[in-house]
């Protein structure tokens, strides 16, 4: 990787996504500086290492990233851009359309606001389960504005290559519809899944194996964050919800209806699973080559 322009990065946010991103810039030689609503957050990523507390005296950063939740990212914006805390800002939301909507209304620059969202994560939360290496090899989708300069982009998107990720390029509708097929529908359909189980017995609970576990891993994520994160998208999750609903209420209906349908109503769901199931395989396999540029690799868009 070419020596990187950027030296100061001030991170609003100590949560896994941003704790991790100061983790990985740390580890990148960056001087990182830290902000929280949450003093004790601040604190405990401090001692992580992640960088030191933001102060009011400390000059404009290269890149201010916003890891703070959806809703909240435009009123951030806009005061860290009133007070000048950098020369570009990016956020870490994994909505954009709606970010990028009320950002235009409130009146925020966007000649130096460079949209974001980095295809990484975990099912928990906070500074204590952040990782330096969380976006090693993984996609980091950014949505510009046509306002925007091409350099400011690259700035942004070589913060990405610092935190190990491949940037890709993406409109902000299209990246809304993506994530909510690979990331927001699934965490509700895992939600529904898990949910069975709050009241099981315990012979039921004793017979729980590791496929279970797999399909509901996700369900484990802060529900505050998690319902945020869908208000922000709803229509895109609403429409994927419909056709998961649409497939297993037929599958339903079959298993009540004796005769010959059902197997092949079962069938049809079950191949379609099967050639799904192989393509997602295959994508997840060739998206991570062993090693990859990203402040020279544009194309795609997290979680």
Not at 93 to 121: N, Q, R, W
Not at 159 to 168: I, W
């Amino acid at each position: 990787m070419t020596a990187t322009t950027i030296r100061h990065v001030s991170v609003l946010g100590c949560g896994l996504i941003g704790t991790s991103i100061a983790l990985a810039l740390r580890k990148a030689g960056v001087h990182v500086r830290l902000s929280d609503r949450d003093a004790d957050s601040v604190a405990k990523a401090v001692r992580m290492e992640a960088g030191v507390a933001l102060t009011s005296d400390d000059p404009p950063a290269d890149v201010v990233v916003i890891a703070t939740p959806p809703s909240t990212v435009v009123g951030v914006l806009r005061d860290a851009q009133a007070r000048g805390l950098g020369t570009v800002y990016t956020d870490v939301a994994s909505t954009k359309a709606g970010i990028l909507a009320d950002a235009e209304s409130a009146g925020c620059d966007f000649t130096s606001y460079v949209p974001g969202h980095p295809m990484a994560g975990r099912e928990l939360s906070g500074p204590g389960a952040a990782q330096a290496d969380l976006f090693a090899d993984r996609r980091w989708v950014l949505c510009p504005h046509p306002a925007t300069p091409p350099g400011r982009v690259m700035l942004v998107a070589e913060l990405a290559a610092l935190c190990g990720a491949r940037h890709t390029l993406v409109q902000p509708d299209v990246h809304d519809r993506a994530v909510a097929m690979v990331s927001h529908a699934p965490h509700l359909v895992s939600a529904a899944v898990a949910a069975r189980f709050a009241g099981a017995d315990e012979t039921t609970l004793s017979l729980v194996g590791r496929g279970l576990q797999d399909v509901t891993r996700v369900a484990s994520g802060a529900p505050g964050l998690w319902s945020d994160i869908l208000r922000q998208n709803a229509d895109s999750v609403a429409a994927v919800l419909d056709a998961v609903i649409r497939d297993l209420s037929a599958a339903a209906a079959a298993l009540r209806s004796p005769g010959h349908g059902v197997s092949d109503v079962l069938a049809d769901l079950l191949i379609r699973g099967n050639r799904g199931r192989a393509l997602i395989l295959h994508t997840d396999q060739s998206s991570a080559p062993a090693q990859a540029d990203a402040a020279t690799h544009d194309a795609q868009l997290a979680a």
